[in-house]
């Protein structure tokens, strides 16, 4: 298990995992069956726009419905985890990404990304 105690997910592998996407590998699916797998406010803030936007067919409510069913826990967004962003380094560009590093940093949680994971650095 993760340092700290779990695994924030981004929200492209929080889809990935409730679709069943063989983007994510066997290895990640075995990882998380069992872990503590967090779901930021952020990521569902994202859904919400992309599904406005006509980009993102799973409605909003649907994927907090199936993240709660999955058993996942939310992670709501305090004033810290947004001051934590102004310390990250700019070649984080994407507001979302920014903002979820800065809450797995600050909560002692891995973020699983598509890109990978990224490691908490205090």
């Known amino acids: 298990m993760a340092a700290g ?22 290895e990640w699916e075995e990882r998380l069956c069992g872990a503590r797998c967090l779901v930021s406010a952020a990521s569902i803030w994202e859904a919400a ?8 067919p799973v409605s909003p409510q649907s994927l907090i419905t199936a993240a709660r ?20 380094p700019p070649h984080h560009k994407d507001p979302f990404d920014r903002l979820l590093i800065a809450q797995a940093r600050s909560e002692g949680v891995l973020l699983l990304r598509r890109s990978g994971v ?3 650095r205090r």
Do not use: N
């Open 118 to 120: 990224e490691r908490q």
């Open 69 to 88: 069913q999955a058993g996942f826990e939310f992670l709501a967004i305090s004033c810290d985890h947004a001051a934590a962003t102004a310390l990250l």
């Open 5 to 26: 105690g779990g695994y924030l997910l981004d929200t492209c592998v929080l889809l990935w995992w409730l679709s069943g996407d063989q983007r994510l590998s066997r």
């Open 49 to 56: 726009i992309k599904h406005q936007l006509g980009k993102l």
